[in-house]
């Protein structure tokens, strides 16, 4: 097992990976920017170490800064959190090169799998259902429409660098398709340097949901049930949930299986989420792979009892999984609010600031992850995630009458936050129901 572990990240993130380590008596190393001096993480940890300016690019970015951290404080790991450097190949491999373990799949699969064409026609070719479409790239806009002809509009235009909706158009008819495939091009050209595109039918208000999977360094390979994350306010989520309403055991299982066997087609290692789209008629579609921890984990740490991170660490440590499929058990129902800096009525508009009262809620089946306190100020550098709530109950009615009072019992003063929207999407008749897809919230908001 390691001995220290180097946290390459800020927030509730780079809190709950330190928790894990304290658990599992694996000394810990937060590195800080300069505006983190006073961040939870850097006062949590055994030992911290400045690693330069505010700006992410200069600190919690800047891979040379933070390898050279390592080797001062002696770690032998780096766990990269989420965001930063986590999906960052380069990174990966520049680790292994200095003999940290990187607390992640290898560089290679990072490679692969950021690469959403090449994922695809992987996917393909091990049978993983994806999205009716192309199973090779496209590059200009005659091959691309020529190709859109045989699939059929409506399609969705994506880039093969892409994600989070950037580089991704929808073309509803051959009028319109030269000009959204350009745009969506040039987008990824712009952001990252990449032409490559390929075309898939679009699917109309599917839901998004992404199976949670653990893969040791022998090949075995365990799912641990679905996420939906179908709420979300362009492409970013707002609430989560495991399990699904929308999904009954069978199609669980057959999901698992799919979710599964992706996994195993890329020689897959460590935790790591299969997004599907689910569609109206219940068919399902591999869409990407991400080789991170995600921020929406805990909902199925909650339904599980697994400790996801301590997984992490012990399969990068070499240990094999100690479960099998037969020992995971979906137990009753989870939800996660994302509390962010921002303000609603203002687009959004990120609100950092100083925080001059915070109270949470408490009791049975309610878990905070934050990485805030009282007289903390908010960077405006970084992420607006500011807490995460999330709930467990025997179902689905009572984890949500239970979030229901958590919400009403938190307080954040001082800054502006989306708790009243949170609140709303609570207390939606739709949402109560389990009426959801990915148009929930252009549907039901005026956002
Ligand atoms: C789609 C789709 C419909 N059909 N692909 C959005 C982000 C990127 N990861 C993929 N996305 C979508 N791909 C096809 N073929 C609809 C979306 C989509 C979406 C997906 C998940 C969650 C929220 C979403 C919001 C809008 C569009």
Do not use: W
Not at 173 to 181: G, K, L, M, V
Not at 227 to 251: F, G, N, T, W, Y
Not at 317 to 340: M, P, T, V
């Amino acid at each position: 097992m390691f001995h220290k572990i180097l946290i390459a990240n800020r927030g509730e993130i780079a809190v709950r990976i330190i928790r894990a380590c304290r658990e599992m008596g694996i000394k810990t190393v937060a590195v800080y920017s300069e505006a983190d001096r006073e961040a939870l993480h850097t006062l949590l940890a055994d030992e911290a170490i400045c690693i330069g300016p505010a700006s992410s690019l200069e600190s919690y970015l800047n891979m040379e800064r933070i390898l050279s951290a390592t080797v001062a404080m002696k770690a032998d790991a780096i766990h990269p959190g989420f965001g930063f450097l986590s999906e960052n190949a380069r990174f990966a491999e520049l680790c292994q090169k200095c003999h940290i373990a990187f607390i992640g799949p290898s560089a290679q699969i990072i490679h692969k799998m950021g690469n959403k064409s090449e994922a695809r026609k992987t996917m393909m070719e091990a049978n993983v259902p994806v999205v009716p479409g192309s199973r090779e790239p496209v590059y200009t806009v005659e091959e691309a429409e020529k190709m859109a002809e045989e699939i059929g509009y409506p399609v969705m235009i994506k880039a093969s660098s892409g994600g989070g909706g950037k580089g991704m158009r929808i073309s509803r008819s051959s009028e319109d398709f030269a000009a959204n495939f350009q745009n969506a091009q040039m987008e990824s050209i712009n952001g990252f340097s990449d032409d490559t595109m390929y075309i898939e039918k679009y699917i109309e208000q599917p839901r998004h949901i992404e199976f949670q999977i653990l893969a040791d360094k022998y090949g075995n390979v365990l799912h641990l049930g679905e996420r939906d994350c179908s709420i979300q306010r362009r492409h970013q989520k707002v609430m989560e949930e495991s399990p699904s309403a929308a999904i009954s055991p069978e199609l669980r299982k057959q999901m698992g299986e799919m979710a599964v066997r992706a996994a195993k087609a890329v020689n897959y290692e460590n935790a790591g989420t299969i997004e599907f789209l689910l569609d109206k008629n219940k068919q399902f579609y591999f869409m990407e792979m991400n080789t991170r921890i995600q921020v929406e984990h805990p909902v199925t740490e909650m339904v599980t009892g697994i400790d996801l991170i301590q997984e992490q660490i012990r399969i990068a440590a070499g240990e094999k999984l100690s479960l099998r499929q037969e020992d995971i058990h979906i137990n009753g129902h989870a939800i996660e609010c994302r509390i962010n800096a921002e303000n609603p009525s203002k687009h959004f508009m990120p609100c950092p600031g100083l925080i001059t009262n915070v109270h949470v809620p408490g009791g049975n089946g309610v878990r905070i992850d934050t990485a805030i306190y009282n007289n903390y100020r908010v960077p405006p550098n970084y992420d607006s995630m500011l807490l995460k709530l999330i709930v467990h109950g025997n179902d689905r009615a009572s984890a949500i009458e239970k979030m229901r009072s958590a919400l009403g019992e938190l307080i954040i003063e001082g800054i502006e936050t989306n708790l009243d929207f949170e609140y709303e999407i609570i207390n939606n008749e739709d949402f109560q129901k389990g009426n959801i897809d990915t148009d929930f919230i252009p549907k039901h908001f005026n956002v």
